[in-house]
C-alpha cells in the first residue's frame, strides 16, 4: 500500500460526503482528486527560492495529532484550511479545481465539490506532513534523498513530497488491489498520472501557476 493510500484510508469518506452534502461516491471521488493535487501543489511550493523553509515553518505549526486514532473529519479546522490552500495554490485554487473536474476520471464531480473539499483536507494532508517529518516526538527527521532541492536544515522536503508522489503514481494496479469496488484504483491513479508536465495538464497547470508567484 502506498503512502498516498495509507493516508486515504485514514479519511471517513462519509463524514466528508456529510460536509460536502453529496453521496459518498462522489466524496471518494473530490477525496482522490484533491488531496494528491495538494500534495503536488506543495511539492512545487518546495522547489522555489525560500519554499521549503516556509513549509517548514507552518508544517512546524502542524504537529497537532489530528491523525492520531483516525482521522475525526469534524474536527478539521477549515478557516485554516482555506489559509493553506490559497497559498499552496496562490490564490488561483478555483482554476485547479476546474481543472480536475474536467478530466475523464472523475466524470460527473464538478468544480464546486472540488473547491469544498480541498479546505477540509488541507490540514489532514499538513498533519500527515508534520508526523512523518517531525515524528511523534518532534524531532526533524532527514528525508531519504538527502541533500537537494527543496531541503531545508538537513530535511529534505521536497524529496519526502516526491517520495510520496512517485510512489502514488508508481502503484498501477497495486491500487486497485486495495481499492474500494470502482473507486480508487482507477480515479486516483488517473489523477496521479494527470500530475505529469503534460501541455495542459494538471501538471503544466500547477506549474504555470507557481511560475507567476
Do not use: C, W
Not at 484533491?34 to 512546524?60: F, I, K, V, W
Amino acid at each position: 500500500m502506498t503512502e498516498i493510500h495509507d493516508l486515504l484510508n485514514q479519511i471517513d469518506v462519509n463524514q466528508v460526503a456529510s460536509l460536502l452534502g453529496t453521496d459518498p461516491a462522489s466524496a471518494q471521488s473530490a477525496v482522490e482528486a484533491a488531496l494528491p493535487t495538494l500534495l503536488a501543489g506543495m511539492h512545487t511550493n518546495a522547489q522555489a527560492p525560500d519554499g521549503a523553509a516556509s513549509l517548514q515553518s507552518a508544517l512546524g505549526q502542524h504537529q497537532d495529532g489530528l491523525l492520531d486514532g483516525g482521522v475525526d473529519v469534524s474536527q478539521v479546522d477549515t478557516a485554516d484550511g482555506e489559509k493553506i490552500v490559497g497559498h499552496v495554490f496562490g490564490g488561483q485554487q478555483d482554476q485547479v479545481a476546474a481543472q480536475l473536474a474536467g478530466t475523464a476520471a472523475l466524470g460527473g464531480v464538478g468544480s464546486d465539490l472540488i473547491r469544498k473539499v480541498l479546505p477540509i483536507l488541507a490540514p489532514i494532508v499538513m498533519s500527515y506532513l508534520a508526523r512523518k517529518i517531525f515524528g511523534q516526538g518532534g524531532q526533524a527527521g532527514v528525508g531519504a534523498g538527502g541533500v537537494g532541492e527543496g531541503q531545508q536544515g538537513g530535511i529534505d522536503i521536497g524529496g519526502i513530497l516526491g517520495g510520496i508522489l512517485g510512489a502514488g503514481a508508481g502503484a498501477g494496479a497495486g491500487a486497485g488491489a486495495n481499492a474500494g469496488p470502482g473507486q480508487e484504483g482507477s480515479v486516483l491513479d488517473s489523477i496521479l498520472g494527470g500530475l505529469g508536465d503534460m501541455p495542459g495538464g494538471l501538471g503544466g497547470l500547477l506549474g504555470g501557476l507557481f511560475g507567476k508567484k
